[in-house]
């Protein structure tokens, strides 16, 4: 709990309270047991606990592991969704973005401005044009207002002054819009803490091993805690499995085949300094499969995505040297000074959750998401977009609470802020104070605000009783020691890896990948998670392996090298893998 002028109060998402969670799930049948913390099933989380339901929560690795944390960190409704004629998920996306613009998560959440550069002068530009207003008028819908600014038409000439890097002759002129961009892997964990404060039981690093059934029904699963090799079992009313790409796998462990399957596509993104060209925006490209786009991102820019089915590993989806070309080919044709290998400072690559269809081609497939009910107990939530957690987690409860006994409130998600939300806007106008209070650049407080709202506070109590936490970490300046401090006793981060690639972007958005951080970060941890010098050395070990299988893969031709090689690298908790493989519980 902050102390001093705090704006807010939480309880912590740090080892004691995860200990606390296990004992109360071993010892007492929840309402709903989550299995999977990604954002859809931290979203079901808070569904279910904001209902009144006792709720657990199960992760066999981190907070986000999977594909929560390598999106393309875009809050949008799917501008190419519009062309397939989507138009259902195309508005309930967009107010969902206006919903988390503006209410749910304002401090994570922020408005984001992209052009689309026009090659043809009059039939492209009313093509486009319809479509982008039809976007905006989808925003409205959602009986608020949509929080960005509606799109505008550019002449060449206005293109060029606002994006000087761009090629001359790829445009003609261009369209402004906006949709919103957010840190995902750090909303996933403040979700699970908003869920924790209202009362779930939260729990990462402990696997789902199998299904208790009685007779037909799922009443609970066997669980086994990954840091300390326990093995124990957690009984419920309804378990909703959320494991996104692992789903078809978790039905597996039922004995039960699923209704729908899902299929793993594989996304990447590539991470380049924001000096290498100059545009006062973002841009969204055409491609002969998709759409690419070029996101703002701090003092960076994120190229991406990519699009192509995985079969392999999907703990650590690895990115080839041909997936860095396909992303460089295709900016570097409306750039005037192309971009090199030598510019990428990060890579990283995501899977995302399609229900399978007829379509060979995973960009055709659908981002709609299914919920199922075949077994009795067990309620399975798949595909589906970020942006839609929230409805997808509404869907999932409400399959759940069908079948328990009782009048359950409906869904009020709708209306809870994340902790840190309440009082941001005020916060955010007294930054200058607050910056000069403690001695810190105004910069440096608006970054802390930015990811943490008025939790900052949190944060200044521990450098007001720790000065030198204001210091950055090695190599990664956008980040100070305090972060690292706060990750593992707040947000529930348990190993280096957590804190350099979720709780902060450091082995993305750093030039050495977190390698010069990770001494100083994995020092700062062991005061909070009570580690000896044997164990931090470890840690640090383990990235450093992670960070050299990673640059690794990336030379390599094709998939199946790349999945071998970033193999090479351990996972940091060395336990034995169950009978299915890496299991399905992320």
Do not use: C
């Amino acid at each position: 709990m902050a102390t001093g002028n705090s704006v807010t109060r939480s309880n912590k998402l740090g080892p004691a309270e995860r200990a606390a969670a296990i004992d109360r799930l071993k010892s007492k049948e929840v309402d709903i047991l989550v299995v999977g913390g990604g954002i859809v099933g931290a979203g079901s989380a808070l569904d279910a606990v904001t209902r009144g339901l006792s709720v657990g929560i199960l992760e066999a690795r981190d907070w986000a592991s999977g594909t929560s944390s390598r999106s393309s960190k875009l809050v949008h409704g799917g501008i190419r969704y519009l062309e397939q004629l989507d138009f259902r998920l195309v508005r309930e996306a967009l107010t969902e973005r206006g919903l988390l613009l503006q209410r749910i998560a304002p401090h994570l959440v922020k408005p984001v401005r992209f052009l689309y550069p026009l090659k043809k002068r009059v039939t492209e530009r009313f093509y486009v044009g319809a479509g982008m207003l039809l976007y905006d008028i989808f925003s409205y819908t959602g009986g608020r207002p949509p929080g960005v600014p509606h799109h505008r038409h550019l002449s060449k000439h206005q293109v060029m002054g606002m994006v000087p890097s761009l090629d001359a002759d790829a445009t003609v002129g261009g369209i402004t819009y906006y949709d919103a961009q957010v840190d995902d892997a750090l909303y996933t964990a403040s979700l699970v803490r908003t869920a924790s404060f209202y009362g779930a039981h939260a729990a990462s690093r402990v696997r789902v091993e199998g299904f208790i059934k009685v007779g037909e029904r799922v009443v609970g699963v066997r669980a086994h805690d990954l840091e300390t090799g326990e093995r124990f079992e957690v009984r419920a009313k309804q378990v909703v499995n959320a494991t996104g790409v692992w789903t078809d796998d978790t039905q597996r462990m039922v004995g039960e085949r699923g209704t729908f399957k899902v299929r793993a596509s594989k996304g990447i993104h590539l991470v380049v300094p924001r000096d290498r060209f100059q545009s006062a925006m973002g841009l969204l490209l055409r491609t002969e499969k998709s759409v690419l786009f070029v996101i703002p991102w701090g003092r960076h820019w994120l190229i991406g995505t990519t699009d192509t089915d995985w079969h392999l590993d999907k703990a650590h989806p690895a990115a080839t040297a041909a997936d860095i070309d396909y992303l460089l080919e295709h900016v570097n044709s409306v750039l005037q000074v192309p971009l090199t290998r030598e510019d990428v400072e990060g890579v990283y690559a995501g899977l995302r959750p399609l229900l399978a269809g007829e379509s060979e081609q995973t960009s055709k497939l659908s981002r709609e998401h299914l919920v199922g009910h075949s077994v009795p107990g067990l309620v399975v939530i798949a595909g589906g977009k970020w942006t839609t957690y929230r409805i997808m987690a509404k869907d999932a409860i409400d399959a759940a609470v069908d079948a328990l006994d009782g009048k359950i409130a409906p869904s009020t998600t709708h209306e809870i802020p994340l902790l840190g939300a309440e009082g941001y806007k005020a916060a955010w106008n007294k930054r200058t104070r607050i910056a000069t209070a403690f001695g810190l650049h105004t910069v440096r407080v608006e970054h802390l605000l930015n990811r943490y709202g008025t939790l900052t506070d949190e944060l200044l109590d521990l450098i007001r009783d720790r000065p030198e936490l204001i210091e950055p970490l090695p190599g990664a300046d956008d980040y100070i020691q305090a972060e690292v401090v706060y990750a593992a006793g707040h947000l529930g981060a348990l190993h280096l890896e957590d804190v350099l690639a979720r709780r902060t972007r450091i082995s993305i958005e750093a030039w050495d990948r977190g390698v010069s951080a990770a001494p100083v970060a994995a020092r700062l941890m062991a005061g909070v998670l009570g580690w000896d010098a044997e164990r931090e050395e470890r840690e640090v070990a383990v990235y450093l392996k992670r960070v050299a299988a990673e640059r690794a893969s990336q030379l390599e031709p094709d998939d199946e090298s790349a999945d071998r090689v970033r193999l090479e690298a351990p996972d940091i908790v060395l336990t034995e893998r169950s009978a299915m493989g890496d299991s399905a519980t992320h």
